[in-house]
């Protein structure tokens, strides 16, 4: 299993833009998908967008679809996450990983307040 540095969380308003990003390392990072989830305290953490290996086959949970774009880099090893339009409800520290890893890096905090 590799290592993962999440990176851009803040703090925004509703309506607001964010864009993660994610640097992956120890592994070879191209070849495997790549999942951004999210995770409130108290609750599970859940997976909000996937990408295939090339990026070209991308996948979006209900409540994040049309706001949420996941894409990757391969050539620098990383994924980012753009978020527009958020909402309160987007309010939780987000990761990424390979699915069915279970070493997960820091995450970032992205708070959606007025």
């Known amino acids: 299993q590799g290592q993962f540095v999440e990176s851009g969380g803040g703090l925004v308003q509703p309506g607001g833009s964010l864009r993660l990003s994610c640097a992956a390392s120890?592994?070879?990072?191209?070849?495997?998908?790549v999942y951004w989830y999210r995770q409130i305290p108290g609750k599970e953490r859940e997976w909000v967008a996937r990408?295939?290996?090339?990026?070209?086959?991308?996948t979006y949970a209900d409540s994040v679809k049309g706001r949420f774009t996941i894409s990757r880099d391969n050539a620098k090893n990383t994924v980012y996450l753009q978020m527009n339009s958020l909402k309160p409800e987007d309010t939780a520290v987000y990761y990424c990983?390979?699915?069915?890893?279970?070493?997960w890096g820091q995450g970032t905090q992205v708070t959606v307040s007025s």
């Open positions: 990983n390979v699915p069915g890893w279970n070493f």
């Open positions: 990408s295939d290996r090339f990026g070209g086959a991308t």
């Open positions: 120890g592994f070879a990072f191209r070849n495997y998908p």
